[in-house]
């Protein structure tokens, strides 16, 4: 990416408004913005060439070999780009080991294959650690160990069993141990009414 002299004057003023704040015109807050859209676009230019590249680079490599002269110099330019070969181009490069300038891009692209594989080494043997400032979080109210106190299952207080609810007993029901009535005896049957006398005794008149 290469910017004019016009964009170049902008990118300083920018610069020196960045080192030393100072009260910006509306005409710098304008040429500030079109640089920054500029460059926005110029990026997604770049990445969509990019991806045409390396489509084109794995449509010649999959018509390999008769478009080994095509693929050298795709492979080339997309090394020139930030381009990492990956295990397919080293194959390819390898079966055209008798090219000269196969036999140099496969060494060159070893080279960075093995440069690729210690940086991931390196990343994967690294152990974050915590900064000494953080660790003094967990004295802090609400830190670390407040959390791991909250994890901790809740105990019961041990109090007097007495005063423990009882779990409720069934409904009472018959005993088993006594009869089960029987319905002469739930529902006795009716007495008849004595029949009156036959002389019943005369009432005295009052004297």
Known sequence: MAF????????RRALALALHPTPASAEDVQDCLR???????????GARLRAFLLADLAR?????PGTAAGYLVLLEEALRS??????????????LRGNPTAAALLDRCATLAEQ??????AGCGTTPTVPASRT?????????????????????????????PRPQSPAKGPRPDRPIPTPG???PPKRKPAPPPANPPQQLAAG
């Open 82 to 95: 930030g381009y990492r070969p990956d295990p397919d181009d080293l194959s390819a490069l390898r079966a």
């Open 4 to 11: 004019g002299a016009q964009e170049l004057r902008v990118l």
């Open 35 to 45: 640089l920054a859209e500029s460059v926005d676009e110029a990026a997604r230019e």
């Open 116 to 121: 690729n594989v210690r940086t991931r080494l």
């Open 185 to 187: 005896e739930v529902f």
């Open 136 to 164: 003094r979080l967990t004295a802090l109210p609400g830190g670390l160990a407040a959390l791991s106190a909250s994890e901790e299952p809740v105990k019961k207080p041990a109090g007097n069993p007495a005063a423990e």
């Open 60 to 64: 010649y490599r999959a018509a390999l």
